[in-house]
Structure formats: C-alpha cells, structure tokens
C-alpha cells in the first residue's frame, strides 16, 4: 500500500516562497503519474501540477511560471516549489498518485482517477 505525506507548508506573505515536499513509501518498483492539488474549504479540490515518469509536467494556468514540479524517484519524493506567492494560493495542499499510469492525463482526470492521497499540508499566503 502507497502512503504519500506531505510537509513543507506554513504561512508566507504575499510574493514569498515556499517548498512543498511529498515523501512516499510503500512502492514495490515502478513509478507512475504524480501530481499537487489545492483545495479551499467550501470550493471544489483544483488540479496545480502533474508529472509523470519521464518528467514532463503540467500546470493550472492560475500558477504557470511561479509553480515548479519535480520529483526524485530515488528519494521517492515530490515537490513544488511555489514563488511569487499570492493570497488567493492559499489552500490545504494535497499530493496524489496515479497508481496505474506512467503518463499523465489532464489535471482533472487525475484527481478523478488518482489512486493514492497524502493527508494535505495548509499553505497561507497574507497580504
């Protein structure tokens, strides 16, 4: 069974920065999809990031040229890195594992299809 727990949130003011990382255990060899999503209390979880395998990534437009997605098979870790930060990024933030694909599909197909979820890390951003 894959865990993924995320760390690396906290409160930042506005144009700052922050690392997330998503440290994941329980693989048996191959990798697959990864991806961040965000998610505010009363809104629907928004895809921000996805990865797969050979390292191609996807963006929102909403975080295109401040958000960075990489990952580090042998460490089995992810991470965003986030800049130029804005209060309207503030959200609980969620790692996910596709489980089934090395490619990535869109964002929302994803979140839909991911397998396996982290427990979230709270990013606020103050103006």
């Known amino acids: 069974q894959v865990q993924l727990v995320e760390s690396g949130g906290g409160s930042v003011e506005s144009g700052g920065s922050l690392r997330l990382s998503c440290a994941a255990s329980?693989?048996?060899?191959?990798?697959?999809?990864m991806g961040w999503f965000r998610q505010v209390p009363g809104k629907e979880r928004e895809g921000v990031a996805a990865i797969d395998t050979d390292g191609s990534t996807s963006y929102a437009d909403s975080v295109k040229g401040r958000f960075t997605i990489s990952r580090d098979d042998s460490k089995n870790t992810l991470y965003l890195q986030m800049n130029s930060l804005k209060p309207e990024d503030t959200a609980m933030y969620y790692c996910?594992?596709?489980?089934?694909?090395?490619?990535?599909?869109?964002?929302?197909?994803?979140?839909?299809?991911?397998?396996?979820w982290g427990q979230g890390t709270q990013v606020t951003v103050s103006s």
């Open positions: 329980g693989y048996t060899g191959k990798r697959y999809c």
């Open positions: 996910a594992d596709d489980g089934d694909s090395r490619l990535c599909p869109p964002l929302h197909h994803l979140e839909v299809g991911a397998k396996y």
